[in-house]
């Protein structure tokens, strides 16, 4: 078999520009003046500052681990839905994904985008659905990430479930494009961003699908979870069991056409655990490098977000399955990005 392709399917830009943040805390500064604040143009960021921001990072990482191509998004952290209005939201999310295209026109073989949407808490998901097309049409997207708590941590919308966010839904199978559902920062004290808001939350969105009939109305819709999913796989057995008392389908049938878990799980006995309990088919690898967790494991001597090691070093996936995680899998979930290639290879 030949080598397979390494797409790390979750990846974000958190190495942009100081611009950037300096334009976003203007923005903020400004929220009950907006007439005041920065217009998206006054934003300058040259071609050479972004290359020099991946080429350092990410770019160099990539080349080190051996990873050939990733899904790139906004920093997910930095998406702050909760922050102002949907104005506040749209001008930020044009702006940061703008940026993720430019990333991806100066390095075409290594990154492809997915848009972050202009959520806003208590506003219909309808409002997003010009950005979505936008970066999807325009800037050859592949991908969304869908926040599914705008508020930062208090929960005010909807399950996904609901018809609430069926217009988005309605976009991504006419586009046959996945979201991945990505919360962003907490603002709810109780929950630390990285280690509670975003496990409790791939938890959440797939106990939400688990007790509905979602994937009845859009068969081919699908969800990426991401960190592993959650707690999802470490207590499947809970899940089965539940859905068993709920008289759903078995979990296979009722949501593992649509859903599917990435490897960004900083350890090997929890990836020796994600491939023994998952399907294989279900599993897309990634590793969210440079993204929460940046240090080096004192028990291995690596990174702790060098996770195609652990895919490497596992003893239970044939080399037919570690294609499937670092290639195929992406290939059938994202067909945006099997096109893109394809493409290229012609
Ligand atoms: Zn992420």
């Not at 208590?122 to 599914?148: F, S, W």
């Not at 994937?215 to 057995?237: C, E, K, M, N, Q």
Request: proline share 7%.
């Amino acid at each position: 078999m030949n080598q397979p392709l390494v797409i790390d399917c979750h990846g974000h830009y958190t190495t942009a520009p100081p611009a950037l943040e300096q334009w976003r805390k203007a923005q903020i500064a400004n929220l009950n003046t907006p007439h005041l604040g920065p217009r998206a143009a006054d934003l300058r960021i040259s071609d050479d500052e972004l290359r020099e921001s991946i080429e350092n990072n990410q770019l160099r990482l990539m080349r080190e681990r051996g990873c050939d191509l990733t899904i790139f998004s906004p920093r997910a952290s930095f998406m702050a839905h909760h922050i102002g209005d949907f104005n506040t939201s749209a001008t930020w999310s044009a702006i940061c994904n703008e940026l993720c295209y430019r990333v991806a026109q100066l390095f075409p073989d290594h990154f492809i985008g997915a848009a972050m949407l202009p959520q806003s808490p208590g506003v219909d998901p309808r409002t997003c659905i010009a950005e979505l097309e936008k970066c999807i049409t325009q800037y050859g997207n592949v991908g969304i990430n869908l926040n599914p708590d705008p508020s930062g941590g208090f929960w005010t919308s909807p399950p996904l479930s609901d018809r609430h966010w069926y217009p988005i839904y309605e976009k991504m199978v006419e586009y046959d494009v996945p979201a991945m559902i990505h919360v962003s920062t907490s603002c709810n004290s109780c929950f630390h961003t990285t280690g509670a808001h975003y496990l409790n939350a791939d938890t959440t969105a797939f106990m939400q699908c688990l007790t509905s009939d979602l994937f009845s109305d859009f068969p081919t819709l699908r969800f990426l979870i991401p960190h592993g999913g959650g707690a999802v796989p470490y207590h499947w057995g809970r899940f089965r069991g539940l859905a068993q008392e709920m008289k759903k389908p078995l979990l296979q049938e009722h949501l593992l056409k649509n859903i599917f878990f990435d490897t960004c799980v900083y350890h090997q006995p929890g990836i020796d655990l994600l491939t023994r309990v998952i399907p294989v088919d279900n599993i897309l690898f990634a590793s969210e490098m440079i993204g929460a967790v940046r240090g080096i494991d004192p028990e291995t001597g690596h990174y702790y977000d060098d996770t195609k090691r652990y895919i490497e070093a596992s003893t239970q996936l044939t080399a037919a399955e570690k294609y499937q995680i670092y290639e195929g899998n992406a290939r059938r979930v994202f067909p945006r990005l099997d096109a893109a290639l394809n493409a290229r290879a012609e």
